[in-house]
């Protein structure tokens, strides 16, 4: 049950926009070590603009028809991107399947990313047409590659001050993701984390928790995706994005309703006030 003092604490975090799922996360955030941070939504806006791309008409209108059927931030970029473009003759017999946090398939055409493609007789090919620096994907059909789509996407000017204040305080901030190294190490820079994890898997961000855990850290972890829920779930502090994927709010103990990182290290700071007046 929470004590008056926790839930002074958390109606002063709702005003914040800080939403937390009763008084043992308030408190619990102050004993906070190792901090992981998803890339996309989390650190950038998860608002991608498409910069670059190379296919032919008619597969790029059937990854255009594919990516409809995925709520993935990159999706949302190409279809309003594209949404002019014709899909009326593309082939919709057979079913798109999405792997989480990699990319689509549907028959004999991959579009993700580049592990997506590692049974690939050309993978060689692939990694020239990836931008540097840039979230790419690639388009495969019949075991060949046949396309790329280069993206964008802005680092949140908040981002870098909540981990420099984080890391005054003693927490080890970590980034993961599931994008590329080049992205990854770029968005690290401009927000001051040393430590990257890249062309991560949903159970890669699980793992890394994990690990942290098992070395005695108290682990937090913030996201916003679907491929983000399970390393939420597993983590002491779950924190998820409120503009995010639901089911990422669903396995969180804390939702971030402006999607501020700023506002965590507003609670970090009000959970220690909390631990003060309890102890
Ligand atoms: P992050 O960890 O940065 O939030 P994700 O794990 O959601 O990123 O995605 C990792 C990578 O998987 C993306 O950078 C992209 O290459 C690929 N991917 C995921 N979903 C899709 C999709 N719907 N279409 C194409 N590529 C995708
Ligand atoms: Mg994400």
């Not at 082939?91 to 689509?104: I, R, T």
């Not at 590329?180 to 890249?198: F, L, M, P, R």
């Amino acid at each position: 049950s929470a004590t008056p003092a926790s839930l002074a604490a958390i109606s002063n975090g709702a005003k914040q926009g800080i939403l937390c799922k009763g008084g043992a996360a308030m408190e619990s955030l102050a004993n906070l070590e190792t901090l992981f941070v998803d890339k996309t939504g989390t650190l950038t806006y998860g608002n991608f603009q498409v910069v670059d791309y190379h296919m032919d008409s008619d597969i790029l209108a059937q990854v255009v028809a594919m990516e409809q059927s995925s709520s993935h931030p990159i999706a949302q970029a190409i279809t309003t991107h594209f949404n002019d473009l014709d899909l009326s003759q593309v082939d919709q017999s057979q079913p798109v399947e999405e792997e989480s946090g990699a990319g689509l398939r549907q028959g004999n055409v991959l579009v993700g990313k580049l592990s997506m493609f590692n049974d690939y007789a050309d993978p060689d090919h692939l990694l020239p047409l990836a931008k540097v620096g840039q979230t790419t994907i690639f388009v495969g059909r019949n075991h060949h590659v046949v396309g790329m789509i280069a993206l964008a996407d802005r680092v949140r000017p908040e981002a870098q001050k909540a981990v420099a204040d984080f890391q005054a305080s003693g927490v080890t901030v970590q980034l993961l993701t599931g994008d590329n190294d080049g992205v990854a190490q770029k968005v690290a820079q401009a927000t001051g984390i040393d430590q990257v994890w890249s062309q991560c898997l949903p159970e890669d961000k699980i793992r890394q928790v994990t690990l942290a855990q098992d070395q005695g850290q108290v682990v937090g972890m913030i996201g916003d995706g679907i491929n983000d829920a399970p390393a939420l779930a597993n983590a002491d502090l779950g924190i998820a994005m409120g503009s995010g994927a639901s089911i990422a709010m669903e396995s969180g103990d804390i939702v971030i309703v402006k999607n501020d990182l700023g506002k965590l290290y507003h609670s970090y700071q009000l959970s220690h006030r909390l631990n003060r007046i309890i102890k």
